[in-house]
């Protein structure tokens, strides 16, 4: 069993910068492929970023390539999500999950999730 817990999350006025953070526990994580994902008000989740086991491969939505960086600690069992040039679309309910082999954007292929934490980006 793992536990992920996302911490980070806040309200910045569009343009700022946030970062989020989602720590594991219960298992090390290092051998796992890990991703963000994201739910706006009345929307559904969506795929934001995910990076390989190893940290060498990463992968964006089109909407967060070049504002957002996903980054990854193994000896902290930790993964970041860097989020810069905040846009008011931003604004959504921030969640990690994590899942054995290679990133994938589908969310029903990740095994364990977090609780989120909320981001909110003002205009």
């Known amino acids: 069993q793992v536990q992920l817990v996302e911490s980070g999350g806040g309200r910045v006025q569009a343009g700022g910068s946030l970062r989020v953070s989602c720590a594991a526990s219960?298992?090390?994580?290092?051998?796992?492929?890990m991703g963000w994902f994201r739910q706006g008000p009345g929307k559904e989740r969506e795929f934001v970023a995910a990076?390989?086991?190893?940290?060498?491969?990463?992968y964006y939505a089109d909407s967060v390539k070049g504002r957002f960086t996903i980054s990854r600690d193994n000896a902290k069992n930790t993964v970041y999500l860097q989020m810069n040039s905040l846009k008011p679309d931003d604004t959504a309910v921030y969640y990690c999950?994590?899942?054995?082999?290679?990133?994938?954007?589908?969310?029903?292929?990740?095994?364990?999730w977090g609780q989120g934490t909320q981001v909110t980006v003002s205009s």
């Open positions: 219960g298992r090390a994580v290092s051998s796992y492929a």
């Open positions: 990076i390989s086991w190893s940290g060498g491969s990463t």
């Open positions: 999950a994590i899942k054995p082999l290679s990133p994938s954007e589908s969310d029903h292929e990740y095994d364990y």
